[in-house]
């Protein structure tokens, strides 16, 4: 069986998987939707289900970050196990590991090492918080960089304490910078022949999607602090409860404030002195907004989107989760696909946010069970038959 190519985009490139958790693999997702050929690789015995990400193999967590990839087993504590992954990296483009820094050395499998093998690999690493440095052996996670980050102490209505986001976004963006940064290296390896040695961290993305918050500080020595459901400098822009929810409203700038007021039945906001301009609207924040929501209180959600956005206010509902997939504009992306599977089970999943129009990414495989390819990879990557029984009886496989 050749790799399952979820598109043609990076089908010429091979991705040796080390990684486990969220960040590495979300790393990997990326270079397997767009069609690496993606090998994920696992110890020989694996966790237990209540030790799994999400609860168990199969369960929706593990499911959505492992599509479009096969799986080996393989033992590289052992020196034989080493010696085969050696051979594999002769014949790969990447490899992705999210060890703590020391683990990969003291296994045998850092970038130093393995560039003496194949100068061209590109290696990418994902720490908690860098490779070296005070905190570089701490154990990396999420919420902690969330709030070492200083993401928390901008989320959440103010006075109530640190709040932190509902997504792992320090997991997710690490791993997104870090395809970013391999797909990068690919690029510059077509001019230099050369690879080299991709490094980020969950702390390295978390403080870099501070964006312009972290720049007020840097710019203008402006502590920025929690703000609730208002944006901190976009004034009126927040939620505000209608007669069956809530509404986002977006009144960033003079017109579309102007608009808002219009479309409200309220230009005489216009009038007052605590609201002529973006700077006293700051200061009379809450008062505004009381004013603006005693009128959205009158409405339905469906009214007022339909009435703001025909006065050009962004505004958009409030929705969960299901509401959200059951939304007309999200039926029209596309964005959910049945991945093939041989059992019972139907898996469905969120697809890439982007697409090409010549080489489109799909789901072509469903997340692989431990091992489950690895007799046909062990081919692929030049072992002979005699070979994979050998690593079979000694248990490196």
């Known amino acids: 069986m050749s790799a399952p190519h979820a598109s043609q985009a990076l089908a010429r490139f091979t991705v040796l998987d080390l990684t486990r958790v969220r960040a590495g693999p979300t790393a990997v997702r990326q270079l397997a939707d767009w069609g690496a050929n993606v090998v994920k690789i696992e110890a020989p015995t694996d966790l237990p289900d209540d030790e799994q990400l999400g609860g168990a193999r199969h369960g929706p967590d593990f499911q959505n970050l492992h599509r479009n990839k096969r799986a080996i087993t393989l033992n590289m504590k052992d020196e034989a196990g080493r010696q085969a992954f050696y051979r594999m ?17 003291r296994l045998g499998i850092d970038y130093e090492t393995l560039r003496k093998i194949n100068p061209r690999l590109v290696y990418a690493s994902i720490s908690g918080f860098g490779q070296d440095g005070p905190y570089a052996k701490r154990p990396g996670f999420d919420q902690i960089a969330q709030g070492m980050g200083g993401l928390m102490s901008i989320t959440g209505a103010p006075g109530e ?100 007021a219009h479309a409200l039945g309220r230009s005489d906001l216009l009038e007052k002195s605590e609201y002529l301009s973006p700077k006293v609207r700051s200061v009379n924040r809450d008062a505004l907004n009381a004013e603006i929501e005693t009128v959205t209180r009158t409405r339905s959600t469906a009214d007022w989107v339909e009435a703001l956005n025909k006065a050009g206010v962004p505004c958009g509902p409030i929705y969960s989760i299901d509401q959200m997939f059951d939304d007309p504009q ?55 038959e005699t070979e994979i029984a050998t690593l079979k009886t000694s248990k490196i496989v």
């Open 161 to 260: 304490g640190p709040m932190r986001v509902g997504i792992p976004i320090a997991d997710l963006t690490a791993g997104l910078f870090c395809a970013m940064g391999i797909l990068t290296a690919l690029l510059e390896r077509d001019a230099s022949g050369e690879g080299q040695w991709v490094q980020t961290s969950l702390l390295q993305a978390q403080i870099f999607m501070l964006d312009f918050q972290g720049a007020r500080w840097l710019m203008q020595g402006d502590v920025p602090k929690q703000a609730g459901n208002n944006h901190p400098t976009m004034i009126p822009t927040g939620v505000f409860r209608t007669s069956d929810g809530y509404i986002n409203i977006a009144a960033t700038g003079q017109v579309i404030w102007e608009r808002l």
């Open 89 to 105: 990296v002769e014949k790969a483009d990447v490899v992705v590991e999210n060890f703590r820094p020391d683990v990969k050395t």
């Open 330 to 384: 999200v039926k029209h992306l596309d964005l959910v696909q049945t991945v093939p599977n041989t059992g019972e089970r139907k898996v469905r999943l969120v697809k890439q946010p982007f697409s090409l129009s010549r080489t489109p990414s799909s789901f072509v495989a469903p997340p692989p069970d431990v091992g489950e390819h690895t007799d046909e990879l062990l081919r692929e990557f030049g072992f002979t």
